[in-house]
Nanobody
Framework: QVQFVESGGGLVQPGGSLRLSCAAS????????MGWYRQAPGKQRELVAR???????DYPDSVKGRFTISRDNAKNTVYLQMNSLKPEDTAVYYC????????WGQGTQVTVSL
């Protein structure tokens, strides 16, 4: 069964940048549509980026132009480059398949604050 391990979160000031990484197990990684999701306290988990096997990407308006998802199939890894971070980006970030399955990792905390 596929598993995910997220890393790269931290505390950053508004306007700063972070790069998240997600290592996935499984031999079929290159075929997966992958997504990055986030969950802020008291809110539902939401999709913030997705990338298909052909490297086409999609973003909601809330992060478009600031976040970039990419993947390295040789490393079974998906990345999320986050620029111009805002306090409202504060959340735990997870990767998963898209559509998601009930196989969430531990996530990585991103806190945007002065």
């Amino acid at each position: 069964q596929v598993q995910f391990v997220e890393s790269g979160g931290g505390l950053v000031q508004p306007g700063g940048s972070l790069r998240l990484s997600c290592a996935a197990s499984g031999s079929a990684f290159s075929l997966y549509v992958m997504g990055w999701y986030r969950q802020a306290p008291g809110k539902q988990r939401e999709l913030v980026a997705r990338i298909n096997s052909g490297h086409s990407t999609d973003y909601p308006d809330s992060v478009k132009g600031r976040f970039t998802i990419s993947r390295d199939n040789a490393k079974n890894t998906v990345y999320l480059q986050m620029n111009s971070l805002k306090p409202e980006d504060t959340a735990v970030y997870y990767c998963n398949l898209y559509p998601s399955r009930d196989i969430w990792g531990q996530g990585t905390q991103v806190t945007v604050s002065l």
